[in-house]
């Protein structure tokens, strides 16, 4: 059994890839919902430590400015990458967040692409392409759970 962290740039499928595990029977909590967020971008650090002291196998999504401090909770870190184009696509036709539709927020995600996933990408143990089948990343990340 395993904590996986899953984090990478709006629009790389995070909450496409939870959504799939949680059909599978696995535990996610997709830090994008529900109040683990502050109102300063952090998680909500109390309730993140409640969660990974008591749940030994468990998938949780975000990127966050804290994440890192939480590096060490997890057995697996991945990073979910795409290409700029992709990221773009998906955050003006996705329906269950409607963060990326505008110029100003597809301009953030550029910058962030650009500035913040080379520090995610130092701090993951994986790398994973976010353009492959659901199925198949979701097979990847029960096998890191599992491990089997």
């Known amino acids: ?19 799939e595990l949680e059909r599978r029977g696995h535990l996610t909590v997709d830090t994008d919902h529900g109040g683990w967020v502050l109102p300063d971008g952090t998680w909500d650090e109390r309730r993140m430590d409640r969660l990974l002291a008591t749940r030994p196998e468990v998938v949780v999504s975000g990127t966050v400015d804290n994440q890192g401090s939480f590096y060490d909770r997890f057995e ?3 990073l979910l990458s795409a290409p700029l184009d992709v990221l773009l ?6 329906q269950d967040n409607p963060y990326g539709r505008s110029v100003e927020q ?8 650009n500035e913040v996933e080379p520090l995610l990408r130092r701090g993951a143990g994986l790398e994973l392409d976010g353009r492959r ?16």
């Open 1 to 19: 059994m395993a904590r996986v962290l899953v984090t990478g740039m709006s629009g790389a499928g995070k909450t496409t890839l939870l959504t």
């Open 76 to 78: 697996h870190v991945v």
């Open 89 to 94: 696509e998906r955050v003006r036709t996705r």
């Open 106 to 113: 597809q301009a953030e995600i550029a910058r962030y692409l």
């Open 133 to 148: 089948p659901v199925a198949e990343l979701a097979d990847v990340l029960e096998e890191l759970l599992t491990g089997r």
